[in-house]
Nanobody
Framework: QVQVVESGGGLVQAGGSLRLSCAAS????????MGWFRQAPGKEREFVTA????????VYADSVKGRFTISRDNAKNTVYLQMSSLKPEDTAIYYC????????????WGQGTQVTVSS
């Protein structure tokens, strides 16, 4: 079992930056991929970025490439999402996800953190 807790959301002006944190705890985090998803009002949840805990390899949605960066701190069991050049369309609830690499059906979600970008 893995628990994930997000923090760091808030209100920011367009063009600004924000960093989200996802504190993870539980068993064998090295066998999980950590990801960020977001859900805007009236829209489905969408993939933003992900990183495998063991190798650190990353993947990004086209909409955030070059603006968002996922990283991790192994000592703190924490994954970060650094968001820059924010746009109003980035406004959403951002969710952290931990997914078992060997069995993707095993997936854990945080409660989400609100990010609002004003124009």
């Amino acid at each position: 079992q893995v628990q994930v807790v997000e923090s760091g959301g808030g209100l920011v002006q367009a063009g600004g930056s924000l960093r989200l944190s996802c504190a993870a705890s539980g068993s064998t985090l090295s066998t999980y991929a950590m990801g960020w998803f977001r859900q805007a009002p009236g829209k489905e949840r969408e993939f933003v970025t992900a990183m495998t805990w063991s190798s650190g390899s990353t993947v990004y949605a086209d909409s955030v490439k070059g603006r968002f960066t996922i990283s991790r701190d192994n000592a703190k069991n924490t994954v970060y999402l650094q968001m820059s050049s924010l746009k109003p369309e980035d406004t959403a609830i951002y969710y952290c996800n931990a997914r078992a690499q060997l069995n993707p059906a095993i997936s854990y979600w945080g409660q989400g953190t609100q990010v609002t970008v004003s124009s």
